[in-house]
C-alpha cells in the first residue's frame, strides 16, 4: 500500500526558511516522481517542485525559483522540500504526491498536507 506522509510544517517569520519531508513507503522510488504542490485559502492547489527519480531531474514553479530545492534521501524513502527566503504568500497547507513522471502523468498518490504559515 503506497502512504506519503508529510511533515516539518510550523510558523516561521518571512525571510526565514523550513524544510518538510515527504516519507514515502509501498512503492519503488527509482520508478517514480515525488512533486510537492501547495494550496492557500481560497485558492486552487498549485504544483511547487517535482524531482523525477529515474535522472534526477527537477523542475519548479515560477514563484519558487530560485528560493526552494528538493532533495532525496533513498536510503530513507524521504523527500525533502527546502524552503528559504520565505514570503506571507507562501502560506498554504503543503502536500507531496507521487506519479510516473513530473509531467504528462496523474498524481496517484496524495499525503495528507502540513500547514505552513509566514508570519511575523
Known amino acids: 500500500q503506497v502512504q506519503l506522509v508529510e511533515s516539518g510544517g510550523g510558523l516561521v517569520q518571512p525571510g526565514g526558511s523550513l524544510s518538510l519531508s515527504c516519507a514515502a513507503s509501498g512503492f519503488t522510488f527509482d520508478k517514480h516522481a515525488i512533486g510537492w504542490f501547495h494550496q492557500a485559502p481560497g485558492k486552487e492547489r498549485e504544483g511547487v517542485i517535482c524531482?523525477?527519480?529515474?535522472?534526477?531531474?527537477?523542475h519548479y514553479g515560477d514563484s519558487v525559483q530560485g528560493r526552494f530545492t528538493i532533495s532525496r534521501d533513498d536510503t530513507k524513502g524521504t523527500v525533502y522540500l527546502h524552503m528559504n527566503s520565505l514570503k506571507p504568500e507562501d502560506t498554504a497547507v503543503y502536500y507531496c504526491?507521487?506519479?510516473?513522471?513530473?509531467?504528462?502523468?496523474?498524481?496517484?498518490?496524495w499525503g495528507q498536507g502540513t500547514q505552513v504559515t509566514v508570519s511575523s
Open positions: 524531482i523525477n527519480f529515474s535522472d534526477n531531474s527537477t
Open positions: 504526491a507521487a506519479a510516473t513522471r513530473c509531467s504528462g502523468y496523474p498524481w496517484d498518490y
